[in-house]
Protein backbone atom coordinates (compact mmCIF):
# COMPACT_ATOMS: atom_id res chain seq x y z
CA UNK A 1 0.00 0.00 0.00
CA UNK A 2 1.42 3.36 -0.99
CA UNK A 3 0.96 5.86 2.27
CA UNK A 4 1.14 9.80 2.04
CA UNK A 5 1.79 10.81 5.90
CA UNK A 6 0.43 14.67 6.53
CA UNK A 7 1.22 15.59 10.34
CA UNK A 8 2.72 18.88 11.14
CA UNK A 9 5.30 16.97 13.41
CA UNK A 10 7.78 15.49 11.41
CA UNK A 11 9.35 13.27 14.10
CA UNK A 12 6.08 12.03 14.25
CA UNK A 13 5.30 11.08 10.32
CA UNK A 14 8.93 9.54 10.57
CA UNK A 15 8.59 7.28 13.72
CA UNK A 16 5.16 6.04 11.65
CA UNK A 17 6.22 5.83 8.44
CA UNK A 18 9.27 3.38 9.78
CA UNK A 19 6.98 1.41 11.74
CA UNK A 20 4.54 1.08 8.43
CA UNK A 21 7.39 0.73 6.44
CA UNK A 22 8.27 -2.72 8.36
CA UNK A 23 5.02 -4.07 7.96
CA UNK A 24 5.52 -3.78 4.36
CA UNK A 25 3.62 -0.69 3.20
CA UNK A 26 5.27 2.33 0.72
CA UNK A 27 5.75 5.41 2.38
CA UNK A 28 5.76 7.81 -0.82
CA UNK A 29 6.30 11.00 0.88
CA UNK A 30 5.43 12.89 4.24
CA UNK A 31 4.39 16.53 4.90
CA UNK A 32 4.71 18.15 7.92
CA UNK A 33 2.58 21.71 6.21
CA UNK A 34 -0.81 22.39 5.66
CA UNK A 35 -0.31 24.07 2.29
CA UNK A 36 1.72 21.56 0.73
CA UNK A 37 -1.12 18.67 1.13
CA UNK A 38 -2.70 19.13 -2.00
CA UNK A 39 0.31 19.26 -3.90
CA UNK A 40 2.01 15.88 -2.49
CA UNK A 41 -1.03 14.44 -2.85
CA UNK A 42 -1.63 15.71 -6.89
CA UNK A 43 2.02 14.53 -7.38
CA UNK A 44 2.21 11.31 -5.58
CA UNK A 45 -1.15 9.99 -5.72
CA UNK A 46 -1.32 7.91 -3.10
CA UNK A 47 -3.32 4.80 -2.33
CA UNK A 48 -4.28 6.86 1.43
CA UNK A 49 -3.07 9.87 2.71
CA UNK A 50 -2.99 9.57 6.52
CA UNK A 51 -3.84 13.37 7.46
CA UNK A 52 -4.04 14.67 10.70
CA UNK A 53 -6.71 17.18 11.88
CA UNK A 54 -4.73 20.46 13.47
CA UNK A 55 -1.90 22.39 12.08
CA UNK A 56 -0.16 25.30 13.29
CA UNK A 57 -1.91 27.51 10.30
CA UNK A 58 -5.42 25.57 10.51
CA UNK A 59 -7.28 22.34 10.33
CA UNK A 60 -7.14 20.21 7.73
CA UNK A 61 -11.17 19.81 8.03
CA UNK A 62 -11.40 23.18 6.00
CA UNK A 63 -9.68 21.43 2.75
CA UNK A 64 -11.39 17.81 3.18
CA UNK A 65 -14.37 18.31 0.75
CA UNK A 66 -11.85 19.30 -1.82
CA UNK A 67 -9.12 17.30 -1.27
CA UNK A 68 -11.33 14.07 -1.99
CA UNK A 69 -13.15 15.49 -4.88
CA UNK A 70 -10.29 16.65 -6.80
CA UNK A 71 -8.14 13.30 -5.34
CA UNK A 72 -10.48 10.65 -5.99
CA UNK A 73 -7.98 8.05 -6.97
CA UNK A 74 -6.55 8.19 -3.18
CA UNK A 75 -8.33 7.60 0.11
CA UNK A 76 -8.01 10.27 2.58
CA UNK A 77 -8.10 8.81 6.71
CA UNK A 78 -7.78 11.11 9.26
CA UNK A 79 -5.25 10.49 11.83
CA UNK A 80 -5.41 12.30 15.20
CA UNK A 81 -5.51 12.62 18.40
CA UNK A 82 -8.97 15.01 18.63
CA UNK A 83 -11.70 13.14 18.95
CA UNK A 84 -13.94 15.38 18.79
CA UNK A 85 -17.53 13.51 17.87
CA UNK A 86 -18.61 16.89 16.16
CA UNK A 87 -14.63 16.72 14.38
CA UNK A 88 -14.99 13.03 13.74
CA UNK A 89 -18.67 13.55 12.15
CA UNK A 90 -17.50 16.54 9.80
CA UNK A 91 -14.87 14.50 8.83
CA UNK A 92 -16.74 11.47 7.78
CA UNK A 93 -19.32 14.49 5.96
CA UNK A 94 -16.63 15.71 4.12
CA UNK A 95 -15.64 12.60 2.44
CA UNK A 96 -12.99 11.19 4.37
CA UNK A 97 -12.86 7.11 4.34
CA UNK A 98 -11.73 7.11 8.39
CA UNK A 99 -11.06 8.16 11.77
CA UNK A 100 -8.10 6.42 13.79
CA UNK A 101 -6.87 7.99 16.53
CA UNK A 102 -3.17 8.53 17.08
CA UNK A 103 -2.84 6.63 20.53
CA UNK A 104 -3.70 3.14 18.84
CA UNK A 105 -0.84 0.52 18.11
CA UNK A 106 0.41 0.74 14.77
CA UNK A 107 -0.95 -2.81 14.21
CA UNK A 108 -4.80 -0.94 15.14
CA UNK A 109 -3.38 1.42 12.56
CA UNK A 110 -2.52 -1.14 9.62
CA UNK A 111 -5.88 -2.63 10.07
CA UNK A 112 -7.77 0.53 9.74
CA UNK A 113 -6.03 1.11 6.80
CA UNK A 114 -6.69 -2.31 5.12
CA UNK A 115 -10.63 -0.99 5.72
CA UNK A 116 -10.05 1.28 4.04
CA UNK A 117 -8.33 -0.14 0.69
CA UNK A 118 -11.36 -2.46 1.34
CA UNK A 119 -13.97 0.05 1.01
CA UNK A 120 -14.95 -0.13 4.18
CA UNK A 121 -15.48 2.21 7.52
CA UNK A 122 -12.11 2.52 9.13
CA UNK A 123 -13.38 3.48 12.72
CA UNK A 124 -14.41 2.46 15.61
CA UNK A 125 -18.16 1.41 16.42
CA UNK A 126 -18.75 3.23 19.49
CA UNK A 127 -17.25 6.43 17.84
CA UNK A 128 -19.16 6.28 14.67
CA UNK A 129 -22.28 6.01 16.18
CA UNK A 130 -22.13 9.80 18.18
CA UNK A 131 -19.80 10.82 14.90
CA UNK A 132 -22.88 9.93 12.75
CA UNK A 133 -25.27 11.81 14.78
CA UNK A 134 -23.23 15.15 13.39
CA UNK A 135 -23.19 13.75 10.14
CA UNK A 136 -27.56 13.43 10.22
CA UNK A 137 -27.81 16.96 11.45
CA UNK A 138 -26.23 18.61 8.48
CA UNK A 139 -26.43 16.59 4.92
CA UNK A 140 -23.89 17.39 2.57
CA UNK A 141 -25.41 19.04 -0.31
CA UNK A 142 -23.52 16.76 -3.55
CA UNK A 143 -25.04 13.66 -1.78
CA UNK A 144 -28.16 12.98 -3.42
CA UNK A 145 -31.21 11.55 -0.48
CA UNK A 146 -32.53 8.05 -1.55
CA UNK A 147 -36.90 8.58 -2.08
CA UNK A 148 -38.59 6.85 0.63
CA UNK A 149 -39.96 4.25 -2.30
CA UNK A 150 -36.19 3.39 -2.44
CA UNK A 151 -35.60 2.75 1.34
CA UNK A 152 -38.81 0.71 1.65
CA UNK A 153 -37.71 -1.29 -1.28
CA UNK A 154 -35.11 -2.85 1.38
CA UNK A 155 -35.67 -6.34 2.50
CA UNK A 156 -35.56 -7.23 5.94
CA UNK A 157 -31.78 -8.78 5.76
CA UNK A 158 -30.72 -5.64 3.74
CA UNK A 159 -32.00 -3.70 6.60
CA UNK A 160 -29.91 -5.86 8.90
CA UNK A 161 -26.97 -5.81 6.85
CA UNK A 162 -27.03 -1.84 6.48
CA UNK A 163 -27.34 -1.39 9.97
CA UNK A 164 -24.42 -3.35 10.51
CA UNK A 165 -22.40 -1.71 7.88
CA UNK A 166 -23.82 1.80 10.09
CA UNK A 167 -22.09 -0.34 13.34
CA UNK A 168 -18.66 -0.30 11.63
CA UNK A 169 -18.99 -4.23 10.96
CA UNK A 170 -16.94 -6.12 8.29
CA UNK A 171 -18.70 -8.33 5.42
CA UNK A 172 -16.68 -11.36 7.60
CA UNK A 173 -18.46 -10.04 10.99
CA UNK A 174 -21.55 -9.40 9.38
CA UNK A 175 -21.69 -12.81 7.47
CA UNK A 176 -21.02 -14.37 11.25
CA UNK A 177 -23.70 -12.59 13.11
CA UNK A 178 -26.57 -13.15 10.49
CA UNK A 179 -25.02 -16.73 10.30
CA UNK A 180 -24.86 -16.38 6.12
CA UNK A 181 -21.91 -17.31 4.02
CA UNK A 182 -19.22 -14.48 3.42
CA UNK A 183 -20.52 -14.24 -0.37
CA UNK A 184 -23.94 -13.76 0.46
CA UNK A 185 -23.05 -10.93 3.05
CA UNK A 186 -20.59 -9.40 -0.10
CA UNK A 187 -23.58 -9.54 -2.16
CA UNK A 188 -26.10 -8.14 0.35
CA UNK A 189 -23.89 -5.06 0.55
CA UNK A 190 -23.80 -4.44 -3.05
CA UNK A 191 -27.45 -4.34 -3.93
CA UNK A 192 -27.68 -2.38 -0.82
CA UNK A 193 -25.44 -0.22 -2.95
CA UNK A 194 -27.26 -0.27 -5.91
CA UNK A 195 -30.40 0.61 -4.16
CA UNK A 196 -29.56 3.13 -2.42
CA UNK A 197 -27.50 4.59 -5.20
CA UNK A 198 -24.55 4.60 -3.34
CA UNK A 199 -20.75 4.44 -4.58
CA UNK A 200 -19.24 3.25 -0.94
CA UNK A 201 -20.26 1.49 2.17
CA UNK A 202 -19.26 4.93 3.84
CA UNK A 203 -22.26 6.82 1.94
CA UNK A 204 -24.25 4.04 2.84
CA UNK A 205 -24.33 4.44 6.00
CA UNK A 206 -24.20 8.15 5.83
CA UNK A 207 -27.66 7.88 4.24
CA UNK A 208 -28.81 5.50 6.33
CA UNK A 209 -28.80 7.92 9.04
CA UNK A 210 -29.26 10.67 7.10
CA UNK A 211 -32.76 9.20 6.31
CA UNK A 212 -33.24 8.24 9.45
CA UNK A 213 -33.54 4.53 8.14
CA UNK A 214 -31.12 3.73 10.73
CA UNK A 215 -31.27 5.71 14.34
Do not use: W
Request: charged content about 20%; hydrophobic content about 45%; some cysteine.
Amino acid sequence: MRLLLCDDHTLFNEILGDALADRGHEIVGMVSRLADIDAALSTLAPDVCLLDTNFPRGSSLDLLKNLVAEHSTSKIMMLSADLDPVHVGEALRRGAHGYAHKGQSVEAIAKQLDLVMAGQIAIDPCLLRSAMNVVASGRDETMSSPTGDILTSLTVRESEVLRALVAGMSTADIAKQLGIARNTARAHVQTILNKLHCHSRLQAVRVAVDSGLVA
